[in-house]
């Protein structure tokens, strides 16, 4: 296509005003006018002509620069690539007409191939549309780093252009979360607030009749409880971010990745506490738990399991507090992954909750899919779970839903995790015992496997780990009594030749066959003893129904 390059001044004629042009004598001088380029642009579609015009080059040579670069972008698309052409007409009309630096070839050749907008610049947020649909591996990693794309990323920097992304604004973003934090803190501690004042309204007489009614006019005015964006949060938002952008220098689009280089606090892991008696009374008076992540006893665990024995769901509870399984991979576990006879279970699925919905995916990790022995008990519980499981698929007959989960609604229905959390908590909210998660049960296990004895690596392995570090910083915290024996054998290692030393030590151990002084009771005097059976003499577990003094309800 014809393209030129010429030189011209904007002189006029004295006497009619027209414009000299190339007629203008000074033109002789290099100093006086400017250069101009003109290309020719493939032409529209009904036929008509388009060019590229741009003017006020100081030198011959800067204009010749230009005209080759538009050369050069025409040439981008083929002959016979009448939809790249008339992308790239374009593209150079609008560059023209807004007067903006020509774009870079090699960029505009990336942004063809892949079906982009040469027109538009391309944005971060639809960056991270194109790399979010391309994205491959578990969904549910691929649904965290979704939700953090909606609810995080596009919102806040979804605007800038993806070539001028800079460290800047993302150090901006984390600090509008972390403002955002304090106004979800005052508004959470507003509604929590005005649900007490509600529950210290009479509920009868007109009056207080009109203040509930008023009260509960603001509270639905009042913004829903929401979460805090933690460190631990924050940094999986810039690990999402990171890794888009990651892809996108693989694509030859950008050249630098600002997440890499944005400073976030560290996300700690929270270290697990047993409930030990202390820790009860603290949680009792105040109400606050020493960690977010807290661990029941073996005296608490098994409190509990008495309670749920004729559960619909205890072979399930039994599981997770023995074997460590987490809730989806309880919830998915399958017969045909289930060997009874050999007392072992594969963990090939899960089911993950997105939203509300529910679907079944690989394990969390690699390690994940892992083959666990079952002890003779577990195997037990699964055995008469599966009889009971039996008699309802006859019960329903033609109703049932066969999914062939080892453990599923009456019908046969999946499970819905967040119910079986919820059910969870309501059976230990009934004997009173002090809160943990359902996934505690998991921390529970390990803790558990770790004071019987097994090492680090073997724990690693049952749990699913693809780190021992996680096991190790997170899983294993010591119960007391094995805490205690430590500590006794550590000292014994130093010899002292001081009697009285020794002395004190020996009358520190107990006696032979004397236990040590058993946990206080876990219930009000005169309530019924969750641990006792019909028919039962005595309590299920002595340490935990004997009266502490001075106990605070």
């Not at 509604?191 to 509270?219: H, T």
Request: proline share 6%; charged share 30%.
């Amino acid at each position: 296509m014809k393209g030129s390059t010429h030189r011209r001044c904007y002189c006029r004629d004295l006497h009619t005003g027209k414009p000299l042009g190339k007629k203008c004598p000074k033109l002789s001088s290099r100093k006086h006018g400017s250069y101009s380029i003109r290309q020719e642009l493939p032409p529209r579609e009904d036929g008509t002509r388009r060019s590229f015009s741009r003017a006020g080059y100081d030198s011959l040579k800067a204009a010749q620069a230009d005209l080759d670069h538009v050369r050069a972008l025409v040439g981008l698309a083929d002959a016979d690539d009448a939809e790249g052409l008339a992308q790239i007409a374009e593209l150079l009309e609008k560059v023209a007409d807004e007067k903006a630096p020509l774009p870079n070839v090699a960029a505009t050749r990336r942004r063809l191939s892949h079906g982009l907008d040469l027109t538009n610049r391309l944005t971060v947020g639809e960056w991270l549309d194109i790399w979010l649909a391309g994205k491959k591996g578990w969904q549910s990693a691929i649904s965290r780093d979704e939700s953090n794309i909606r609810v995080h990323l596009k919102p806040r920097i979804g605007h800038y252009r993806l070539d001028r992304l800079r460290v800047a604004h993302l150090s901006e973003m984390f600090e509008a979360i972390a403002e955002a934090n304090v106004e979800i803190a005052e508004g959470n501690a507003a509604r929590r607030k005005a649900f007490e004042d509600l529950a210290q309204i009479p509920w009868k007489g007109r009056e207080p009749r009109a203040r509930r009614k008023a009260m509960k006019v603001a509270i639905a005015e009042m913004e829903p409880y929401r979460r805090i964006v933690g460190p631990a949060t924050r940094q999986r938002v810039r690990s999402t971010l990171r890794a888009a952008l990651n892809a996108a220098i693989a694509q030859q689009l950008i050249t630098f990745n600002p997440a890499a280089y944005v400073e976030l606090e560290a996300g700690k892991r929270p270290k697990a506490l047993v409930w030990t008696e202390e820790r009860i009374l603290h949680w009792k008076r105040t109400g606050e738990k020493p960690s977010s992540v807290m661990v029941w006893t073996p005296e608490h665990t098994g409190l509990f399991l008495d309670h749920v024995a004729e559960d619909r769901l205890y072979a399930l509870f039994h599981l997770i507090a023995f074997r460590g399984l987490r809730r989806g991979e309880a919830c998915g576990q399958k017969w045909t992954d289930t060997n009874l006879d050999a007392g072992l279970i594969t963990v090939a699925k899960q089911l993950v909750v997105d939203g509300w919905e529910v679907y079944e995916d690989d394990p969390k990790t690699d390690a994940g899919a892992r083959t666990i022995a079952l002890d003779s008990d577990t195997v037990q519980a699964l055995k008469r779970h599966r009889a009971q499981q039996d008699k309802d698929r006859k019960e329903w007959e033609n109703a049932w839903v066969e999914t062939g989960r080892v453990f599923t609604k009456e019908n046969g229905e999946l499970l819905h995790p967040a119910n079986v959390t919820r059910h969870f908590i309501e059976l230990y909210e009934e004997i009173g015992l002090p809160p943990v998660r359902l996934h505690d049960l998991r921390h529970g296990a390990a803790t558990l496997a770790h004071a019987a004895g097994a090492d680090l690596k073997d724990i690693q392995e049952m749990l699913g780990h693809s780190s021992i570090t996680i096991t190790a910083d997170t899983y294993t915290s010591l119960l007391p009594e094995a805490d205690l024996a430590i500590a006794e054998a550590a000292a014994r290692l130093v010899p002292r030749a001081r009697p009285d030393f020794k002395e004190a030590a020996l009358e520190a151990e107990p006696e032979p066959g004397k236990s040590k002084k058993p946990s206080p009771e876990l219930v009000p005097d005169g309530a019924e003893r969750p641990g006792e059976r019909p028919g039962q003499s005595g309590p299920a577990h002595a340490p935990l129904t004997q009266t502490a003094p001075n106990e605070e309800s």
